[in-house]
């Protein structure tokens, strides 16, 4: 009866396992939700030295086939009135917001509105060069579209003035030859969303979106509305934290816009392994890389920082607005970090995920600089894969002069524009320093010099 009880409250199926008693089975799951409490606790820690040590501020949350690892909000929501962040605190996404265009779009492709294959001068004829570029160049940047517009999203310009300046904007190659991240293109679908469903572009993706997923916290900004528990966003200046600029959220949708909370992404994340917003055709087209910088559709499929596993991810990041969407689909991870004061999000997802793939991942610290031996130096510099080590009047520099490498050892640096990145050199059994190993947000990578 007590067995009986204790599995009850742990939660553990009555079924006998082969080849185990009973007594085993308890053991062996209590073991397995010790090791599941310790993962939670690595989390937490890594994430409060974040906060402390760097000045995380926001929210993050970590999910494994339904089982919450960490939910957490760190730092201030204002820092003017002290108020702290929640786990229900909204967040601008900036480029997050791609995936929901992305899949707006496929929603009209489904319901035969419009094709992967319909030119640009179908929805915009007096767009330069609009019948080279399709829909799917759009969504899978390879249209030429040149990154951005910046400098008219802190504008005060009207809609039609700002799509008039757009247009001037010349393409950065020939449309279909290759890919390049665009904002522009993704802007464009905001709009082709517009004229295709007869809705603005807000209120068809609450309607077909963020309603039918039950995202009740998630919405597109616009220049008027007051959005309770909205986080106000700060950037770093020379002078410290200050408030971000103004932004004007009447046009700049498509590729930024979106707020939302971490548990509303987490519905989102869930809903994209079901059929309810995408049969699995359009999902499939949405998952797919194209071209040579694993592109899909509104995500980015096995970057470079998938920890050699099944990552479907994309980050965001405008001013202080710093957002990171991770899904590990193999292992039913979802991770993610929102922050409102410009704290590297992609960065801390990818520590996180580090931690939950079982790899040794540093906490963050205090760094100082010391006096160290530079006479090492000349041994030091050189190429180990693709960074480049070089020497200068006595001073070490990542891959320019513009990035030094400050002493906090005889081997170890830290980076000058982020002391969250440190480079420490490895002697061999030769006893020449053949390797570094850079550490990213706490997680070590190898990297061998070159003959």
């Known amino acids: 009866m007590k067995n009986s009880k204790l599995i009850f409250l742990l939660g553990i199926s009555l079924l006998p396992f082969k080849g185990f008693s009973q007594n085993k089975v308890i053991e062996r799951n209590v073991n397995v939700t010790k090791n599941r409490i310790s993962l939670s606790d690595k989390l937490s820690q890594y994430m409060k ?8 501020s926001g929210t993050v949350l970590i999910v494994r086939k339904d089982d919450i690892l960490l939910r957490e909000a760190y730092g201030l929501a204002d820092y003017e009135w002290n108020i702290k962040n929640t786990i229900d605190t909204k967040f601008q996404l900036a480029s997050v917001t791609k995936q929901f265009t992305a899949a707006a779009i496929l929603q009209l492709v489904e319901k035969g509105k419009l094709s992967l294959d319909d030119k640009l001068n179908t929805f915009f004829p007096d767009y330069p060069n609009a019948e080279s570029v399709t829909i799917h160049m ?3 940047h390879s249209s030429g579209l040149s990154l951005g517009f910046k400098d008219l999203a802190l ?3 009207s809609p039609d003035s700002a799509y008039n300046e757009i247009k001037k904007i010349p393409y950065e190659f ?3 030859t290759k890919s390049e991240y665009s904002n522009i293109g993704y802007y464009l679908l905001g709009k082709i969303i517009e004229k295709v469903s007869g809705e603005k572009y807000a209120v068809f993706l609450k309607k077909n979106i963020f ?3 039950g995202m009740q916290n998630t919405g597109i900004s616009n220049n008027d509305s007051i959005i309770l528990k909205k986080a106000k966003v700060y950037h770093h200046t020379e002078n410290g934290l200050a408030h971000n600029p103004y932004i004007n959220w009447e046009f700049n949708v498509g590729h930024d816009g979106a707020y939302s909370t971490v548990e509303d992404l987490a519905l ?3 809903a994209l392994y079901g059929t309810t917003i995408l049969s699995k055709k359009m999902k499939k087209r ?3 890389s194209y071209k040579d910088q694993n592109f899909g559709y509104g995500f980015l499929i096995n970057p470079f920082y998938n920890q050699g596993h099944q990552l479907i991810a994309h980050d965001g990041g405008f001013f202080g607005t710093m957002t990171s969407f991770n899904r590990y689909t193999d292992d039913g991870l979802f991770i993610t970090v929102l922050s409102n004061n410009q704290s590297p999000a992609y960065m801390l997802a990818y520590g996180l995920a580090a931690i939950c793939f079982d790899k040794e991942v540093e906490l963050p610290y205090h760094h100082q600089k010391v006096k160290n031996n530079g006479g090492l130096y000349p041994l030091f510099k050189g190429n180990y894969d693709d960074i480049k080590i070089l020497e200068n009047n006595g001073k070490l520099y990542y891959n320019d002069l513009d990035t030094e490498l400050f002493p906090e ?4 640096f830290f980076r000058s524009d982020d002391d969250n990145r440190t480079v420490e050199f490895i002697k061999d059994s030769k006893g020449k320093y053949s390797t570094i190993k850079l550490t990213k947000a706490g997680v070590g990578e190898i990297r061998k010099k070159k003959d």
């Open 138 to 140: 759009l969504l899978s």
């Open 174 to 176: 020939s449309p279909g």
């Open 268 to 270: 989102w994340d869930k």
């Open 211 to 213: 309603e039918k997923v």
């Open 286 to 288: 949405m998952f797919t």
């Open 49 to 56: 030295a974040q906060a402390d040590v760097n000045g995380f």
């Open 155 to 157: 504008s005060t310009i």
């Open 409 to 412: 050892s005889d081997t170890k």
